[in-house]
C-alpha cells in the first residue's frame, strides 16, 4: 500500500521498451549471439594452441601469439590491463592414449563442463575435483604431481562452468578495439589455411599429403589416421592368429577326454573326503578351465528349480518330440560363492604386506585376483604408478599401465558394493579404464579417496605391513608418478584360498542326508510292525502245546488271502476301486 502504489499502471510503453522488446529501431549490442571461448583455444587467434601459457586471471594463449602482441600493444588482450611477458605463467596439458586433454590424478577427459585449474608454481593442469578432494580438504599443499609446496592462491581457473559469463568473445579487449598482429605467424596462417587445423595434427598431414602417391596407397587400405591404421592391423592380426588356431587345431588329434574334463572329474567324480585331500588337482582344475576359456566354477552345484523341464507340456502340442506322460522338476546349476575371507602375502622388494580378500562380498573379483596369484601371474611384476597421498598402483605385467588381462581373457564386470568403500590406509581396489573393464591392475591407497566409490571394485584390505607401506610411499618418482626406485612383486603366498576349500559344506549336506535316509527307515520299520503286524509274525514259531500251537497256522492262512489281491495291503480293509480316479500321471488314448 502506499501513495504510487498504481505508478506502473499506466496504458503506455516507454521509448526503450518499444526499442528493446516490442518494436522499433534495435541497437546492434542486442543482436550479439553468445560465443564462449574453449579451453583449448588461444583467446588472442582464438585457435587451438601449441605452447599454451596463462596469464593470474586464467587467460590461456598461445606463446608464438602472445608474445609479439605484448612487444607491440603492451597490455592484456582480454582485460586491457598493462601486461610483461614477465607475467605468463607456462602451462603442462596432459593427453591420454587417444590424445585427448585430461586430469592427470584422475584421469578424467577434459570438456566443456569440466571444472579446469592449474598450479601457479608449477603450471600443471588438473580439474578441479582432484584438488578439492586431496589438497583443500586434506589440507594437504603440496602438488599432486611434483609435490611441491603451494598455497591456496596459487590456484588459477582455466575454466568454470559455473560462470557462463566469463572468456565472452565479444568482451575480449582486442575484439572491442580491433587490435590486430600482422607478424609472420599470422602471414602463415593466412597462406596455409591447414595450419594449426585441430590439436592432434592428423588432418594436417592429410591435407599435405593430398594428391600424392602415398595418399592414394592409404586411400586403398581404408584412409584414415593413425588410430584407423591401428584398429585394422590389430584387426587384421587378430584373424591371422585365429585363422592359424583353427589350422593347428584342425591338424591336432582329437582326444576324447580332455584335460578340463579330467580335472573336473576328478574333484566332482570322487567322494568329498578324496576331493578336500588333493587341493591342488582342484587349483589345476580351475585354471585348466580359465585357459579353456570356460566360466564354469568348480564351485558349481545343481539345485532343484521350482520349474518343470516342460517336457510334457511340449510333447503334448507337438508331434516332433517324444511322447513325455510325467513333468519332472528342472535341475539348475548353480554357483555357491564363498562365504568366508581370502588371505595372500605379497613380497615385494620393500618388505611383506599382508591382505585379506573379501571373497563373500566380491567373489568374482577375488577369484580373478587369487588365480593369477596362484598362476604366478603377478611374480616380478613391477608397480608402474606411485602418487603420494593417494595410491600405488601395479598388476600390469607390460609395466605401461594398459596391459594385463583377467583369467577369462577378457574384462569383467564390477561388483560395487555399499559395505566397500575407498576409506582408509591400505584398501585394495581395481584399476580401470571405465565402467565393468576390469582386468589385472589394481592399487593400494595411502589415504582416503572417497571420490572414487562405486568407480572401481574394492576387494580387499591390507591387515599386515603397514610399515612396508609408508616405505613404498617415500620412494622417489619422475614427472610420470614413475617410481625411480623399482618397486616389484617378487612372489604371492596363499594362506586361505575358499575357492579350493568347495567341500566342506557338501560333506556336512551328505552326512545330514545320509542321518535322515536312517532315520526315516527306522521309523518305516517301527510303523509297519504296529500297523501291520502280521508280516512281522510270519517267522514266530509255535510255542508250547496250547493255544500258541493254532497260532503259525492262523498266520499262513492270513498270508495267503493277502497274496491272492497285491493291490490291497496286508493288515488293511479291501475297499471298492473308485472309477475315474487319477493317479497324478498323465496316460495315452489308446483306450478310448
Not at 592414449?97 to 601457479?120: D, M, R
Not at 580491433?178 to 602463415?188: A, G, I, P, Q, R
Not at 582344475?285 to 517336457?311: C, D, Q, W, Y
Request: net charge neutral.
Amino acid at each position: 500500500m502506499g501513495k504510487k502504489q498504481h505508478s506502473k499502471d499506466r496504458m503506455f510503453i516507454t521509448k526503450t521498451e518499444w526499442a528493446t522488446e516490442w518494436g522499433g529501431a534495435k541497437s546492434k549490442e542486442y543482436g550479439t549471439p553468445f560465443q564462449r571461448l574453449p579451453f583449448y583455444c588461444c583467446a588472442l587467434t582464438f585457435t587451438p594452441f601449441e605452447v599454451p601459457v596463462c596469464t593470474a586471471d586464467g587467460s590461456v594463449f598461445d606463446i608464438m601469439h602472445i608474445v609479439p602482441y605484448i612487444r607491440k600493444y603492451g597490455r592484456h588482450p582480454v582485460t586491457g590491463v598493462p601486461l610483461k611477458k614477465e607475467d605468463l605463467i607456462p602451462l603442462t596439458f596432459h593427453k591420454n592414449s587417444e590424445g585427448e586433454f585430461h586430469c592427470p590424478v584422475l584421469n578424467k577427459v577434459f570438456t566443456e563442463f569440466t571444472h579446469i585449474v592449474a598450479v601457479k608454481t608449477t603450471g600443471n593442469v588438473f580439474c578441479y575435483e582432484a584438488i578439492k578432494e586431496l589438497n583443500i580438504k586434506t589440507k594437504n599443499w603440496k602438488e599432486l604431481l611434483t609435490d611441491e609446496p603451494f598455497t591456496r592462491a596459487d590456484i588459477i581457473t582455466i575454466q568454470n562452468p559455473n560462470a557462463i559469463d566469463s572468456k565472452v568473445l565479444g568482451e575480449f579487449d582486442h575484439v572491442k578495439k580491433n587490435l590486430k598482429l600482422d607478424d609472420e605467424e599470422l602471414k602463415k596462417m593466412e597462406a596455409d589455411p591447414s595450419y594449426n587445423i585441430n590439436v592432434i595434427g592428423d588432418m594436417k598431414q592429410m591435407l599435405k599429403e593430398l594428391g600424392t602417391e602415398k595418399a592414394k596407397e592409404i586411400a586403398l587400405h581404408g584412409g584414415g589416421g593413425d588410430k584407423a591404421k591401428n584398429e585394422r592391423s590389430a584387426a587384421l592380426a587378430a584373424i591371422l592368429d585365429a585363422r592359424s588356431r583353427i589350422k593347428d587345431d584342425d591338424q591336432k588329434p582329437k582326444q576324447a577326454y580332455s584335460i578340463v574334463d579330467a580335472a573336473s572329474a576328478a574333484v566332482h567324480g570322487r567322494s568329498a573326503t578324496a576331493a578336500k585331500a588333493d587341493a591342488s588337482e582342484k587349483t589345476a582344475a580351475r585354471i585348466a578351465m580359465h585357459m579353456a576359456g570356460e566360466r564354469k566354477p568348480v564351485n558349481a552345484k545343481l539345485v532343484k528349480s521350482r520349474f518343470t523341464t516342460g517336457a510334457a507340456s511340449r510333447s503334448f502340442t507337438s508331434t516332433s518330440y517324444d511322447p513325455v506322460t510325467q513333468n519332472e522338476y528342472e535341475y539348475v546349476k548353480v554357483e555357491r560363492n564363498p562365504k568366508k575371507k581370502g588371505y595372500v602375502r605379497l613380497q615385494t622388494t620393500h618388505g611383506d604386506l599382508n591382505i585379506e580378500l573379501h571373497c563373500d562380498l566380491t567373489p568374482r573379483t577375488c577369484e580373478n585376483f587369487i588365480t593369477l596369484c596362484e598362476r604366478g601371474y603377478y611374480n616380478g611384476v613391477a608397480f608402474h604408478r606411485n602418487i603420494r597421498n593417494f595410491m600405488l598402483q601395479g598388476g600390469d605385467p607390460t609395466g605401461t599401465g594398459r596391459g594385463g588381462e583377467s583369467i577369462w581373457g577378457k574384462s569383467f564386470k564390477d561388483e560395487l558394493n555399499s559395505k566397500l568403500t575407498h576409506s582408509g590406509r591400505g584398501v585394495v581396489s581395481m584399476a580401470n579404464s571405465g565402467p565393468h573393464t576390469n582386468g589385472s591392475q589394481f592399487f593400494i591407497l595411502y589415504k582416503s579417496a572417497n571420490h572414487l566409490n562405486f568407480k572401481h571394485t574394492v576387494f580387499g584390505m591390507v591387515v599386515g605391513g603397514l610399515p612396508t607401506l609408508s616405505a613404498l610411499e617415500k620412494v622417489p618418482v619422475d614427472d610420470d608418478d614413475r617410481p625411480l626406485e623399482e618397486i616389484k612383486i617378487i612372489s604371492v603366498d596363499i594362506y586361505v584360498n575358499p575357492y579350493a576349500e568347495p567341500d566342506e559344506e557338501e560333506e556336512e549336506e551328505e552326512k545330514t542326508k545320509e542321518e535322515k535316509i536312517a532315520e526315516d527307515e527306522e521309523n518305516d520299520k517301527i510303523g509297519s510292525w504296529y500297523s501291520n503286524p502280521v508280516t512281522r509274525s510270519n517267522d514266530t514259531p509255535a510255542v508250547g502245546a496250547g493255544v500258541g500251537k493254532y497260532l503259525k497256522a492262523r498266520i499262513g492262512q492270513t498270508a495267503s488271502v493277502v497274496s491272492l489281491d497285491s493291490d490291497v495291503p496286508a493288515g488293511s480293509v479291501g475297499k471298492k476301486r473308485k472309477l475315474g480316479r487319477s493317479s497324478g500321471e498323465l496316460k495315452d488314448f489308446s483306450s478310448w
